[in-house]
Structures are given as C-alpha cells and as structure tokens.
Nanobody, 124 residues
Framework: QVQLVESGGGLVQAGGSLRLSCAASGRTFSSLTLAWFRQAPGKEREFVAAIGWSGDSTLYADSVKGRLTISRDNAKNTVFLQMNSLKPEDTAVYYC?????????????????WGQGTQVTVSS
C-alpha cells in the first residue's frame, strides 16, 4: 500500500503561482511513477502531468505545457507541481497519484494509489 498526502493548494489571482506537494509513504518511493490529475466541478478527472522513477521522463497535458512543472525528490519521498501563470480554468481539486510501473501514463485507470486532493482556486 501507498499513502499519498497533498498540500499547498489555495486561492491565487490569475497570473500567480502555487507549488503543490505530495508526500508518499508505505512503499519504496523511487519505484513509483507519480502523477498529478485534477477535477473541476461537474467535469471528469483529467491528467495534468506525470514523472518516472528517476525524474528524467515526464509527460504533460497540452493545456499545462510551459506553465506547470512536475518534479520529485526521492530522498524526501515527495513529488511537486510548480504552477505558474495560473488561469481561472486551472481551478480544480488536484490529486496526486502513483503507479507500480516504470512508464509514465496519462490514464486515470493506470494509477493504483490516490491522495485525497487539494483545492486550487484561481480568481480572475
């Protein structure tokens, strides 16, 4: 089992920045592929970004490329999502996810473990 706990969400004005963190426990962190998803009210959960074991492999949704950056610190068992140039359409609950595989994936069903989510609200 893997436990994931997100933090860092909040309210920010359009154009601002936030940094989300996700702390993992319960399994060797460096063996996990990690990702961030988000879900806005009335919409399906959607992929944001993923990062492989070593951090060399990343994948981003087209809507966030150039603005959001995923990274990980295996020594601290933590994955981050740096969010810059935020837009009102980025408003959502952001979820951290993990999978027991080597390859980055963008599908919800590819991930085995999920956090409880953290709210990000971007005002216009």
């Amino acid at each position: 089992q893997v436990q994931l706990v997100e933090s860092g969400g909040g309210l920010v004005q359009a154009g601002g920045s936030l940094r989300l963190s996700c702390a993992a426990s319960g399994r060797t962190f460096s063996s996990l592929t990690l990702a961030w998803f988000r879900q806005a009210p009335g919409k399906e959960r959607e992929f944001v970004a993923a990062i492989g074991w070593s951090g060399d492999s990343t994948l981003y949704a087209d809507s966030v490329k150039g603005r959001l950056t995923i990274s990980r610190d295996n020594a601290k068992n933590t994955v981050f999502l740096q969010m810059n140039s935020l837009k009102p359409e980025d408003t959502a609950v952001y979820y951290c996810a993990a999978r027991n595989g080597a390859y980055v994936r963008s599908l919800v069903r590819s991930y085995d473990y999920w956090g409880q989510g953290t709210q990000v609200t971007v005002s216009s």
